[in-house]
């Protein structure tokens, strides 16, 4: 990173150059650091610059899905005015701002990724009139494109309007005159979606309760994924295959320093492959992998033990994996660990089996602890006095070790439709086109004196991401070995 992010920064407090939109001199985050900017230079900086205005663009690939559920947004809410905010930059120090994720929702619906943009659907006798507020191009003459922190020179070009326009197939308008024209007719009923625009919360004034509601309906229109959407998440499946594989390949190296060279290496490949990793990536090595969200990644990873990488790429479109492998650090299985692994795997493949059309969304969780519970019994590990699966499983008492849900609905969101209504979702049954993840565990603490000792300190966790098809499933993170024996065989390759 540069030393400074504004040569120019430099606004000139008594002649700075004027925003065409709102009669505001531009401001720069560096104010005066480098001293006022001449009339010459201001000059200069206005003029010679060749015309780069993007023309002939085709409409990017999502842009008919988008359209499409726009329609069924609209079909929704008729008479409604609906506000879908992309989000802002937020700051993470000072003058640096955390990178940009556009809200699932705003992407969902356009295909468009730019912070500060909104989608706002007008309603008219037929439906509704969709239109995109976002920024233009960098003004060159006012300055914009070299004061503003934000300016083309210092984060890169963005499209003009017109280019947004062939690339969404929306029609766009200068964010900035947004919220006059949102605000003119305050007699149209107005929903917002909450938690990504403070300024526009404040300047609508919407109702809580009802735009609510809108947020739960546009979790529920993405628990069915569309072509387009299912290939991306092939997508993202194939290269966090690729980025696993990185793992094994470099656990040596990982082994001379610390979990935080297998998070790396993985996001590396996330970033090579995709927009970045979906969420923190978990690498819990050895007792580590009885924390569920681990993602401090700051220990010692050492042979003998179990790695637990839980981690998912995301496509430049935004649509995340997330896939769960337990491996032995040194490419072999100790008796004990094979023993709990084969029982998650047996687990993972009762719950996989129950997803189809027609079942319902807890099956698969309740097929997967029916066979840990087994497990847990014939181990003895469960109260002597309880020997009845079906006790053990009214009781809850394999849950100290299992936990968690056996999975969730994955998309845009790693948890993704997590809005949606009760009865959409985990009361549900699942129909074609649903993705979710199938990930039981077993977790035994380290200072768990209701074990053995040798059971201390060990986690495993297999997960994998399932598409519901016409006539049951297709696992589409299948291209990583499950089995333990497939396990020790992949990474014996490719460390020879």
């Known amino acids: 990173m540069t030393e400074d992010r504004s040569p120019a920064a430099a606004e000139n407090p008594e002649g700075a150059a004027v925003d065409e939109a709102d009669d505001k001199p531009?401001?720069?985050?560096?104010?005066?650091?480098?001293?006022?900017?001449?009339?010459?230079?201001?000059?200069?900086m206005k003029?010679?610059?060749?015309?780069?205005?993007?023309?002939?663009?085709?409409?990017?690939?999502?842009?008919?899905?988008?359209?499409?559920?726009?329609?069924?947004?609209?079909?929704?809410?008729?008479?409604?005015?609906?506000?879908?905010?992309?989000?802002?930059?937020?700051?993470?120090?000072?003058?640096?701002?955390?990178?940009?994720?556009?809200?699932?929702?705003?992407?969902h619906l356009t295909g468009d990724q730019t912070e500060d943009a909104v989608l706002?659907?007008?309603?008219?006798?037929?439906g509704h009139d969709a239109v995109l507020y976002r920024l233009p191009r960098s003004n060159r003459e006012n300055g914009e494109f070299w004061l503003d922190g934000q300016g083309e020179l210092w984060v890169g070009?963005?499209?003009?309007?017109?280019?947004?326009?062939?690339?969404?197939?929306?029609?766009?308008?200068?964010?900035?005159?947004?919220?006059?024209?949102?605000?003119?007719?305050?007699?149209?009923?107005?929903?917002?979606?909450?938690?990504?625009?403070?300024?526009?919360?404040?300047?609508?004034?919407?109702?809580?309760?009802?735009?609510?509601?809108?947020?739960?309906?546009?979790?529920?229109?993405?628990?069915?994924?569309d072509a387009w959407e299912v290939e991306q998440l092939r997508a993202a499946c194939a290269a966090t295959v690729n980025g696993f594989t990185d793992v094994v390949r470099e656990l040596s190296q990982a082994q001379a320093t610390s979990e935080r060279w297998i998070e790396g290496t993985f996001w590396r490949r996330a970033r090579v492959e995709g927009n970045d990793v979906g969420y923190g990536s978990i690498c819990a090595a050895g007792p580590h992998a009885t924390t569920l969200h681990w993602v401090r990644n700051d220990g010692e990873v050492r042979p003998g033990e179990l790695l637990l990488l839980d981690a998912g790429v995301e496509t430049h479109t935004l649509y995340t994996a997330d896939v769960t492998r337990t491996l032995p650090i040194n490419g072999t299985f100790s008796p004990l660990q094979r023993k709990i692994?084969?029982?998650?795997?047996?687990?993972?493949?009762?719950?996989?089996?129950?997803?189809?059309?027609?079942?319902?969304?807890?099956?698969f969780h309740d097929a997967a602890q029916r066979v840990l519970a087994e497990h847990l019994l014939s181990w003895g590990l469960l109260d002597a006095s309880v020997h009845d699966v079906a006790k053990v499983l009214e009781l809850g008492l394999q849950r100290r070790w299992t936990l968690h849900g056996t999975g969730h609905m994955l998309g845009l969101d790693v948890h993704d439709c997590a809005h949606a209504r009760r009865e959409q979702y985990v009361d549900a049954e699942l129909v074609e086109g649903m993705c979710l993840t199938v990930e039981p565990g077993l977790y035994f603490q380290q200072d768990d004196l209701s074990v053995p000792e040798e059971y201390r300190g060990i986690g495993v966790r297999i997960e994998d991401d399932i598409l519901v098809t016409a006539d049951g499933n297709e696992n589409l993170s299948a291209g990583l070995p499950r089995t333990a024996d497939a396990v020790e065989a992949w990474m014996a390759g490719l460390a020879g």
């Open 26 to 44: 531009i401001k720069s985050r560096k104010n005066g650091l480098y001293g006022e900017i001449s009339d010459e230079l201001a000059a200069s």
């Open 341 to 363: 692994y084969d029982a998650v795997y047996q687990a993972q493949e009762a719950g996989i089996a129950a997803v189809r059309p027609g079942g319902r969304f807890r099956d």
């Open 120 to 126: 706002v659907l007008n309603p008219v006798a037929d």
């Open 157 to 225: 070009r963005r499209n003009s309007l017109a280019e947004a326009e062939a690339l969404l197939g929306l029609p766009a308008r200068d964010v900035r005159k947004a919220v006059e024209e949102l605000t003119a007719d305050t007699t149209v009923p107005t929903r917002l979606v909450r938690g990504y625009d403070a300024g526009l919360e404040s300047a609508l004034g919407t109702d809580e309760e009802r735009d609510d509601e809108l947020k739960v309906f546009l979790s529920g229109l993405r628990l069915v994924k």
């Open 47 to 107: 003029s010679d610059w060749a015309d780069t205005e993007l023309r002939g663009l085709q409409p990017l690939p999502q842009a008919p899905y988008a359209a499409a559920r726009r329609a069924a947004l609209s079909a929704a809410f008729p008479g409604e005015r609906l506000v879908v905010p992309a989000g802002n930059l937020r700051t993470r120090a000072n003058d640096t701002e955390y990178s940009f994720r556009a809200a699932s929702e705003y992407v």
